[in-house]
Nanobody
């Protein structure tokens, strides 16, 4: 049974940083693509950052150079390091995973099979 559990969300001041985690079971190696998404109130869920089976990352333009996606296969955890946060980053953040990967590059669309329950990030100015 696939399970994705996000954590690390918090309330921070603008300019601050957070690191989100997504613990995956079974292990990360089972997934061919994984990604972070976010959804603000009244808005559609949008892809933020993704990583493919080769470990190559892709980012939405809105977070490029501020966010970094990474994974630790030993800990079976996907991470999202978020720096220089602003109020526009306020949202519920979700991780998604797929095996096999049915999502087309750059892997930021919504066709993932598995989703976590989300973790809230609130940025105050």
């Amino acid at each position: 049974q696939v399970q994705l559990v996000e954590s690390g969300g918090d309330s921070v001041q603008a300019g601050g940083s957070l690191r989100l985690s997504c613990a995956a079971s079974p292990g990360l190696r089972n997934f061919q693509c994984m990604a972070w998404f976010r959804q603000a109130p009244g808005k559609e869920r949008e892809g933020v950052a993704a990583i493919d089976s080769d470990g190559s990352p892709t980012y939405a333009d809105s977070v490029k150079d501020r966010f970094t996606i990474s994974q630790d296969n030993r800990k079976n955890t996907l991470y999202l390091q978020m720096n220089s946060l602003n109020a526009g980053d306020t949202a519920m953040y979700y991780c998604g995973a797929d095996v096999p990967c049915r999502v087309l590059a750059p892997y930021l669309s919504l066709e993932y099979s598995y989703w976590g329950q989300g973790t809230q990030v609130t940025v105050s100015s």
